[in-house]
């Protein structure tokens, strides 16, 4: 499947709305510049099924190693990342 | 910077044997963990028709220790265990009961034969599993028919005033790569999931998953009697950079003291197996 970045960011935002921990979102308002780890709507768990929801839409690996901390947790720098991830993989296939 | 931490086959099982000897410290013991293991060890009860009872997870044997004198003799007792100072300590404590075995292994190997055991407890390690899937057929397996089972363990939302503290703190020191990594040490299951798991090998209306919340209030030096229980998580944690990432999260979790003092919510699961 292939998504633009604003199409990851929907698909981000409407996965933490129907998935964030109750009781740990203060409130309900989540946009591409939420920070979802200081916000409490999602915790190191949540990142993970996060993670892997992404990367079972997109059928790509996220490789985290050497992130940002602080892009990683803001819903806009980790579709950011991932969409980076996924222009490296696709150069490397083309290069082989 | 990384430590050879790196190398270890388990972080969670190298630092319980470790850290072995501060476990029974008193301000473990009295803190929120320890009395919430007194009230599940509370809540158990060997029935008379038992003939071998298993302690998976076993720890320094404190639960074996308090059951054992209160159970008629001809019972016999083993405890599984995977790290080896733990079990030593266990050994030691125990070595007086003939009737008790101290042996080496976890929930995804118990070195004992298929259909041997009456009763299986374990009190707050069946969250450290590696294969949850596997852990459960390997209770299966050594299970009699008709045999009984207490599991508790930690649930999905355990803890979850601190987590919301320190997560961005953790984040900042070990990056999102180790973070994750670290939160998959531990396998925290909501209700749902953990019914779902013991399902593919039990059948209500033997088995059934209940789960509680309890919010426990402590200093912080009371709640940093504890830490020795998850210091696994963090080995991978320059010395330097653990020391400064301990001053931020005690600070954060003063943060969070009220009147009745610092909380921290246990969110227990309970599996149980009982005769029809």
């Known amino acids: 499947m292939t998504m633009s ?24 308002n989540i946009s591409p510049d939420t920070d979802l780890i200081a916000t409490g709507m999602l915790d190191s768990f ?3 099924d996060l ?6 839409q997109s059928g790509c690996k996220i490789d985290l ?13 980790l579709c950011r990342i991932f969409m980076g991830n996924r222009l490296n993989d696709l150069a490397s296939i083309r290069t082989r | 910077m990384t430590s050879p931490a790196l190398e270890l086959a388990n972080p969670i099982i ?3 044997s470790r850290l072995a000897e501060h476990y029974d410290d008193e301000r473990n013991l009295r803190s929120c963990w320890g009395q919430a293991s007194d009230k599940a060890l509370g809540s ?26 209160r159970t008629k003799p001809g019972v016999q007792f083993v405890g599984i265990e995977p790290a080896e100072n733990m079990r030593n300590l266990a050994v030691s404590r125990l070595h007086s009961l003939p009737n008790v075995q101290i042996r080496n292994g976890s929930f995804e190997h118990i070195p004992l034969e298929t259909g041997s055991v009456d009763y299986l407890f374990s009190i707050f390690a069946f969250h450290w599993t590696t294969d949850p899937q596997a852990a459960v057929r390997e209770i299966q397996r050594v299970l009699k028919p008709g045999a009984e089972m207490d599991l508790f363990f930690i649930g999905r939302d355990n803890g979850r005033e601190f987590i919301q503290k320190t997560t961005p703190i953790f984040l900042k020191h070990m990056g999102p790569a180790l973070l994750l990594e670290s939160a998959r040490m531990r396998k925290q ?28 209030y402590d200093t912080l030096e009371g709640h940093w009697g504890w830490w020795v229980r998850i210091e696994g998580h963090f080995m991978r944690i320059s010395a330097a950079a653990k020391e400064q990432c301990d001053q931020e999260v005690k600070t954060a979790l003063l943060g969070l003291a009220g009147p009745s003092g610092i909380p921290y919510t246990i969110h ?8 029809s």
């Open chain 2, 44 to 69: 158990i009860h060997i029935k008379d028709h038992s003939r071998l009872i298993l302690d998976v997870g076993c720890g320094t044997g404190r639960a074996l220790a308090r059951l054992v004198p």
């Open chain 1, 5 to 28: 970045e604003a199409q990851l960011v929907d698909l981000v935002i409407n996965w933490v709305r129907s998935n964030h921990r109750p009781g740990n979102s203060p409130n309900g």
């Open chain 1, 46 to 48: 949540g990142f993970i």
């Open chain 2, 268 to 275: 227990q699961m309970h599996v149980r197996l009982r005769r």
């Open chain 1, 65 to 77: 190693t050497n992130i940002d901390p602080s892009e990683f947790c803001i819903v806009k720098g």
């Open chain 1, 51 to 56: 993670i892997m929801f992404i990367e079972s």
């Open chain 2, 189 to 216: 299951f909501t209700r749902e999931a953990a019914h779902g798991l013991f399902s593919n090998a039990f059948r209500a209306p033997e088995l059934s998953v209940e789960e509680s919340y309890q919010t426990y």
């Open chain 2, 14 to 16: 190298e630092t319980y």
